[in-house]
């Protein structure tokens, strides 16, 4: 009834006390009773029978999908524990989660691993691959800090070996990480053209500017050129010259007298 309920579990084995399998299922295979084997010395049966939840590492199937393998006690009551369900779980499901969310305009999530390798991604030829990510920059942050990130915010190198935006979190219970990636030129579009309005706005500033210095330059400097000439003639002799400046300042009283 549980594999019905959902596909992405791939085979399903139910233990007794001891740690021996009672039964087992696949989506794959038929099993008998020979093929039942004991889990007896496995951590997953051993943290199980004590009442806890596991959830093991990330491994690969035969066709390179990503699986992870969980175990939970059966109880009949709060104390009893009668045995263990152990299910090999594909990670499908997570890449169509993933593949549904996005980052600003045209970033995108992706998920490692404790070890860096990719196990989700929206480009699910890239999960086959089994890419290992633990050199790129933001997963070793992620693998080295955990929830602490001392370089949020910085430019760094992304999965496809562009600049980027990005970011983390982790999932605490398998211990994953969640990276954001953004490619620069588009997480600062905004950004771009607030700079290039505000480089037009002070270019458009600076043209006034001078413009108005220059009239103002040239209504200052016209007449005082003209009190000049007319000063040079006069100390000439010619006397007959007048000077006709009317500017309202002392540049006008300097020429009537």
Do not use: C
């Not at 199937?61 to 009949?76: H, Q």
Request: net charge neutral; no cysteine.
């Amino acid at each position: 009834r549980l594999m019905k309920r959902d596909p992405q579990l791939w085979e399903i084995a139910v233990t007794d006390t001891t740690g021996q399998e009672v039964l087992r299922l696949s989506r794959m295979r038929v099993y008998t009773k020979e093929d039942l084997v004991s889990h007896a010395r496995e951590e997953k049966f051993r943290r199980a029978i004590q009442g806890e939840r596991y959830i093991g590492p990330v491994f690969h199937g035969t066709m390179a999908e990503p699986f992870i393998t969980l175990a939970v006690p059966i109880r009949f009551t709060a104390a009893a524990i009668r045995g263990v369900i152990i299910a090999d779980v594909s990670l499908k499901t997570l890449w169509n989660s993933v593949s549904y969310i996005k980052v600003g305009k045209s970033g995108y999530l992706f998920v490692v691993d404790q070890k860096g390798n990719l196990i989700a991604h929206p480009d699910y030829s890239k999960v086959l691959l089994r890419l290992n990510l633990s050199q790129i920059h933001e997963v070793k942050e992620a693998l080295r800090f955990g929830a602490k990130d001392p370089d949020i915010g910085t430019i760094q190198s992304g999965m496809d070996r562009i600049p980027v935006l990005t970011d983390h979190a982790l999932v605490p219970g398998p211990h994953w990480a969640v990276i954001a990636e953004e490619p620069v030129e588009t997480a600062l579009q905004d950004v771009s053209r607030v700079e290039r309005l505000a480089t037009v706005a002070l270019l458009l500033t600076l043209a006034g500017v001078v413009a108005f210095s220059i009239v103002f330059s040239a209504r200052i400097s016209r007449p005082v050129r003209q009190l000049e000439q007319r000063a040079r003639l006069i100390a000439q002799g010619k006397l007959e010259q007048k000077l006709d400046i009317q500017t309202g300042d002392e540049i006008e009283s300097l020429a009537h007298e």
